[in-house]
């Protein structure tokens, strides 16, 4: 996943290291998201168990259709898993502060979930620009080399592809 100053294709080793600034801007980026940790850790209080259930059913569910199926199934078995446990939550609460309590906790529950996904998928992909900017910094040259080696398959490739277009028939 490369972000605007890189990517997977031929230099883009050499174009991410060349801007660690992208790195040390994501890095800075990611600050904010200490303060909505918080959000992050409720969020895996109160979804894990309905989220590896989830996971469970839809790995079983996919098992005749194939590997390529199990994020729809998780999409479909989640919608309905979620909906139950938000109202199993919701009646519960509703034992504890009374039903217009009830009814706020069962209102609350989707963006607090939604909440939580957007903070902890921010909080995974900033992490692995911190990760990259350090990598960038103390590993420059393993980074020098890895973008020689790339320098060279991809004039391999690129010899490859010109032999096998020279072989076609006109």
Known sequence: M?????????GGV???????GDAAWRAIRALPLLFLLPLAVL???????PREFTGWVAGKAA??????AVPTFRVLY???????WFLVLGIVASFTLGALGGLTVFLSLPPVAFGALVVGDSRRLSWGALRRLVVLRTQRERIAKLR????????QLRELFERAVGQLPP
Do not use: C, K, M
Not at 2 to 10: I, K, Q, T, V
Not at 63 to 68: I, K, P, Q, R, T
Not at 78 to 84: L, T
């Open 78 to 84: 989640g919608a309905v898993v979620f909906i139950v």
């Open 14 to 20: 050499a174009r991410t290291a060349a801007t660690t």
């Open 2 to 10: 490369g972000g605007p100053s890189g990517g997977r294709g031929p």
């Open 63 to 68: 098992l005749a259709e194939g590997e390529d």
């Open 148 to 155: 020689t080696r790339q320098r060279r398959l991809a004039g």
């Open 43 to 49: 969020g895996l209080a109160l979804f894990w168990v």
